[in-house]
């Protein structure tokens, strides 16, 4: 199965990557060869791919990342690289080929340190396979300092080195860098398709596969969660409650508190799964002595590992709190669209009843102004407003309407 398979409802993005990675072949079989280079090549060194959350940035980026390191003798006859059986092609897909590095965070930003650390790597040449590809999910978390080391490696890249960035959009990335990559927009994929990898994929039912689908609006990892999880389907539908248990300011702050203990919960049950092992692991490479005791000189690293992992605690419950506020404008969108007599794009055909009951008993005008409400607590936790102080004051604000 090809890697661009997995690209849902990407069909003109995936056409310029194999596009690109044809050429990329040709220009490695050329230097290899000692053979003239192609004159014109859609191949370059730094990518950007944006899009909303849910298209499949980094999945995209994988899959050029494959088809970069494509070792198929297909490719010799004409065939396309990026076949997604050869060793190339599986290593990078699943993040353990040597000259490909997969680059996510769990925290807040990324900074100078770890991007020097990439930029180190970036001016070494292949070690196995046929580029050095760095891939940056997160490029919109890079601090300000951190964007400056990169942007030298970006300007003045190895001969066989690319860059390739993930962003939701170009304005979440230093315009000195954006302006130094070839840009990739991807759209978000339609429901049909989504519930149709669904079922394909992931074996889920076609009712469940098209329901999950339908309520994520498209997001394919939402959605396949959502249809797995039932856990992530008791949380969604106690987030779908919180319109009608704000009638007065008591059930506002108390629903206000329960979405934030809400995502605490969630943090907090990341941490037991990955916390503790990480914590035992450090400690046998330390040579922690039996009984927990810790050699001299390694309190520092133990505090900079606390350290991280509550950053990655705080991360983890905005994100948990950012995805309950996403089905929350979700849900007014619903009742907007019911009020404006549309039925065609109901995300939440399962709280159907509720959506007609506030539709009738509210405005198009009070709606917009309940979703602007939302958007506002969300931009208020990207500035560091105390998560409770925001979602208090969005709950007033869609109580008041």
């Given at each position: 199965m090809p890697v661009w398979d997995d690209l849902v409802g990407q069909e003109k993005v995936s056409a310029q990557l194999a596009a690109a990675a044809r050429d990329a072949d040709a220009l490695v079989t050329a230097t290899t060869d000692h053979t003239p280079p192609p004159e014109a090549s859609r191949m370059t060194h730094a990518w950007l791919f944006t899009g909303p959350p849910g298209s499949g940035r980094s999945t995209a980026a994988r899959a050029f990342?494959?088809?970069?390191?494509?070792?198929?003798?297909?490719?010799?006859?004409?065939?396309?690289?990026?076949?997604?059986?050869?060793?190339?092609?599986?290593?990078?897909?699943?993040?353990?080929?040597?000259?490909?590095?997969?680059?996510?965070?769990?925290?807040?930003?990324?900074?100078?340190?770890?991007?020097?650390?990439?930029?180190?790597?970036?001016?070494?040449?292949?070690?196995?396979?046929?580029?050095?590809?760095?891939?940056?999910?997160?490029?919109?978390?890079?601090?300000?300092g951190a964007g400056n080391v990169l942007l030298k490696a970006v300007e003045e890249p190895a001969p066989r080195t690319v860059w390739l960035l993930c962003a939701p959009s170009i304005e979440d990335v230093l315009p000195t860098i954006r302006s130094r990559c070839r840009l990739l927009t991807l759209r978000t994929p339609p429901v049909d398709a989504v519930a149709d990898i669904l079922v394909r994929r992931d074996g889920i039912e076609p009712d469940i596969a098209a329901a999950a689908a339908r309520a994520t609006q498209g997001h394919i990892g939402r959605a396949r969660r959502l249809a797995t999880d039932p856990n992530a389907r008791a949380r969604r539908a106690a987030v779908l409650k919180l319109p009608l248990r704000i009638d007065d300011i008591g059930g506002c702050l108390k629903a206000a508190q329960e979405l934030i203990d809400t995502a605490s919960e969630d943090a907090k049950q990341l941490a037991e799964e990955v916390d503790v092992k990480e914590t035992d692991d450090m400690k046998a490479a330390l040579g922690a002595a039996q009984g927990g005791r810790m050699p001299r000189g390694t309190a520092g690293i133990m505090k900079e590992l606390e350290d991280r992992q509550k950053r990655r605690r705080t991360r983890t419950q905005r994100d948990s709190l950012d995805l309950a506020l996403i089905d929350l404008t979700g849900f007014y969108r619903d009742v907007l669209a019911l009020q404006?007599?549309?039925?065609?794009?109901?995300?939440?055909?399962?709280?159907?009843?509720?959506?007609?009951?506030?539709?009738?008993?509210?405005?198009?005008?009070?709606?917009?102004?309940?979703i602007e409400a939302i958007a506002a607590c969300r931009e208020a936790l990207d500035r560091n407003v105390a998560p409770l102080l925001a979602v208090e004051a969005m709950t007033m604000a869609l109580r008041a309407g």
């Open positions: 990342a494959a088809a970069l390191q494509c070792v198929s003798p297909d490719r010799a006859l004409g065939g396309v690289p990026g076949c997604g059986f050869c060793d190339g092609c599986h290593t990078s897909l699943v993040g353990t080929h040597a000259d490909v590095e997969i680059v996510r965070t769990d925290l807040l930003s990324i900074g100078v340190k770890e991007t020097r650390d990439l930029v180190r790597r970036a001016q070494m040449s292949p070690a196995t396979g046929r580029w050095q590809v760095i891939v940056l999910e997160d490029a919109d978390r890079l601090t300000e404006l007599g549309s039925r065609l794009a109901i995300a939440n055909m399962d709280a159907e009843d509720v959506l007609e009951r506030l539709a009738r008993g509210s405005s198009p005008e009070t709606t917009l102004r309940r």
